[in-house]
């Protein structure tokens, strides 16, 4: 009874959504771009510099923004363990963290993301 309590509380620790700062920019200098994000949960068309609410997820977060002459890209953020996790951990124990990984919690982007402009490469 008590570790299906537990399993419960692992969840309370930590949101299923997170937010993620992104911005566009060129030598430090930000920038107003079109953008898409995805991950295996959906995807997000923005304009930088935004902060979105993503759902968590262990797949990586796919970024493509328009750059001007050439459309640009970033390779796959890719998902980190959550500082949430831990104390899941604390919580739920094992079980906690099992259930913290089939819901996608226990993974969490870089809440900060800034996509230097291809251009850039060039000035």
């Not at 911005?23 to 959906?42: I, S, Y």
């Not at 363990?81 to 951990?89: A, K, V, Y």
Request: aromatic letters at 4%; hydrophobic letters at 40%.
């Amino acid at each position: 009874m008590a570790a299906l309590v537990l399993a419960g509380c692992a969840t309370v620790i930590g949101s299923p959504e997170q937010s993620v700062t992104v911005r566009t920019q060129c030598k430090q200098q930000v920038f107003q771009r079109r953008c898409l994000a995805a991950n295996d949960k959906g995807s997000w068309s923005f304009v930088t510099p935004a902060t979105l609410s993503i759902p968590r997820s262990s797949e990586p977060l796919a970024l493509q923004c328009e750059s001007g002459l050439l459309d640009g890209s970033l390779e796959p953020v890719s998902a980190q363990p959550s500082i949430e996790t831990l104390g899941n951990i604390v919580l739920g124990g094992l079980l906690g963290l099992a259930v913290d990984v089939r819901n996608d919690r226990a993974f969490a982007y870089p809440s900060e993301i800034n996509i230097e402009l291809p251009l850039c490469k060039f000035l």
